[in-house]
């Protein structure tokens, strides 16, 4: 559940504190949002190579198909006409664009990212039974 708020509020993967985006921007603004080179919080690099990011574009596709899907089945109750289910899937899927761009690339960076050291050593000391990793043999 932390996981999944960290990922609504843009938060960095590995420390969870900072935010990958400069500046919160409103949902329906059409303008791209600016992501930080590196977490302003631990210096975790978001772009990892040239490229990394190209996945991100088939999570967009999968949150675009899910939103007009989630959007066809809510107006399919008042709508009848098949250009207005055209229009509004249309005017949907471009308000929505820059906030598909913004949780495709946070979700990607979630999905090929490990949390910090700090929180492995201490799932793994309570794995183990409250001892630490360096007092094993």
């Not at 938060?11 to 921007?25: A, M």
């Not at 490229?51 to 198909?65: I, N, Q, R």
């Amino acid at each position: 559940m932390k996981t999944a708020i960290n990922i609504i509020k843009g938060k960095c993967s590995k420390c969870e504190e900072g935010n990958v985006f400069i500046k919160k921007r409103r949902v329906f603004a059409l303008q791209l949002p600016k992501m930080n080179e590196k977490c302003p919080h631990c210096n975790h690099k978001f772009l990892i190579e040239p490229g990394y990011f190209y996945g991100a574009m088939y999570v967009s596709y999968g949150l675009t198909v899910a939103e007009g899907v989630a959007i066809y089945l809510l107006s399919s109750f008042f709508i009848t006409k098949p250009i207005h289910f055209f229009i509004i899937l249309s005017i949907s899927a471009v308000l929505l664009s820059t906030t598909n761009y913004k949780y495709a690339r946070i979700l990607w960076i979630y999905l090929f990212t490990k949390k910090a050291k700090k929180e492995s050593e201490e799932i793994n000391s309570f794995i183990r039974g409250g001892t630490k990793e360096t007092e094993l043999p």
